[in-house]
């Protein structure tokens, strides 16, 4: 999966850019670069910064004044017909899921399945499913009581039950959808989300296993920390809702989507396979799936149609932070796009011959590790990467493996510029430098492993 120096040049010279190559490169190395310094030193928020840098690009490379702001529109408009649909439902569907004790219960019943011995796997497990749906930071919350009461019954290290749980969140957060990072970027490049979601469990799952079951143990063997000060045990809010019942809520959606970009697609469907294709739907399916937590996890639970509102509302927002955000990287794609600094971009790494996988994992990773956030990571490394793949050949398989090799990148190096780093030192007990040895090591290796496994897979398929 190589960028082709021909093709490239072609489409270059389709529409060629006023500067010449070395210029457009300087204009968008500019504007990489301011981008961190206004989050990083005069902490402006992800979305202003990007639309400041497309507007940047946008004067620097010879744009007309008046075309700016329709690109502007244009490029957010195109980013969040799709995107902000997704990630609204799936923000009300997690509140609900959270506010029912669906995630206690999965993690409850995984533990109860494998046991004491082995309840390391699941809290791995867990935090892999429940983070599908509820962001890091709440899943953690909402399960850090088990891994506490796990520490406590077990006399062992609280960092055994917590780390695995943690590596299973951080790995589903950034490589599987309808997590936001990568339905943005699977929207702003055009891959096939069942795809994506079928190859960011293949590579996920083995990735999340390899960190948070074997390497855990290494890591936190001479760190010792305590069940935090604030655990207190939780008082009985009545009974949890069945296992079975949100293991299918959430599996649905997921299941529905696979099989819509999948089984469904074909020259001549038939009347179950155009049933399927609808249901299979994103949209779609998410709508179902939020429609079933409201009735089976709310409603005839006995939550007040005032109440579920309530949690409705509440979940839009962060929600909108992420969808705003979301947008500016589209606004930063169609800036690219219009003012020829992607065909540059993709015309200058075209004479190189590197495979697309790796630029998109460098990419990811670079922003990632200066900046601290995965989805502006995501999001910046996918604006960058549109016009490398609207100028390539690139089959549904290989957009669906550059978004997982960006989603590898999104999880490097967590450290102090990290929100994420913050919510686990606190959560499990360790000051700055045992979080340093642990989960910023294990999200090295969550990052080098889920680019190899990427990287051997996109020479299989």
Known sequence: MTISPTFLAAAAAAEAPTHGLGYLLGVLGAAIVLLLVMILVLRLQAFIALIIASVF????????????????????????GFIATIIG????????????????????????????????WA????????????????????????????????????????????????VTHAFVP??????????????????????????????????????????CKNIKVDIPAFFEESEDAGPLPNF???????????????LGSTWAKAEDPSSLQTLIAFLGHPVVALLLATLLALVFLGVLR????????????????????????????????????????????????????????VLAFLFSMIVRVAQG???????TAAGLMAGIVEAGSYGPSDLALIVIAIAAGSTMLSHVNDSGFWI??????????????????????????????????SYII
């Open 57 to 80: 690009v946008a004067i620097a490379a010879g744009m007309p004044l008046g075309d700016i702001p329709d690109t502007v529109v244009k490029g957010m408009g195109g980013a969040l």
């Open 302 to 357: 006995g939550v007040g149609k005032d109440k579920l509102l309530d949690l409705s509302t509440k979940a839009l927002g962060p929600a909108g932070i992420i969808i705003l955000i979301t947008g500016a990287g589209g606004v930063f794609k169609q800036i690219l796009g219009a003012s020829g600094v992607g065909d540059a971009l993709a015309n200058w790494l075209g004479g190189f011959g590197i495979s697309a996988v």
């Open 123 to 170: 809290m791995l497990l867990t935090g892999f499913l429940i983070s599908i749906p509820v962001f890091l930071d709440v899943g953690l919350v909402i399960v850090a009581p088990i891994i506490y009461a796990l520490a406590r019954d077990t006399k062992k290290s609280l960092l055994l039950f917590g780390l695995p749980l943690v590596c299973g969140m951080a």
């Open 244 to 258: 079975g019942l949100v293991a299918f809520i959430m599996g649905l959606p997921i299941v529905l989507i696979v």
């Open 424 to 457: 686990i030192s606190r959560y499990l007990g360790m000051n700055e430098a045992q979080t340093l040895r642990t989960w910023t090591i294990l999200s090295v290796a969550i990052s080098l492993i889920g680019f190899a496994l990427t990287v051997t897979l």
């Open 178 to 219: 309808p997590t936001p990072g990568p339905v943005a970027v699977a929207e702003i490049l055009g891959a096939d989300l069942g795809r994506v979601i079928l190859y960011g469990i293949a590579i996920g799952l083995p990735t999340a296993i390899i960190v948070g079951i074997f390497l855990v143990p290494l890591v």
């Open 89 to 120: 439902l799936g923000a009300i569907f997690g509140q609900i899921l959270e506010n029912s004790g669906g995630a206690k219960t999965l993690a409850n019943s995984l533990v109860n399945l494998f046991g004491q011995k082995r309840a390391s």
């Open 373 to 379: 956030s995965a989805t502006v990571a995501m999001i």
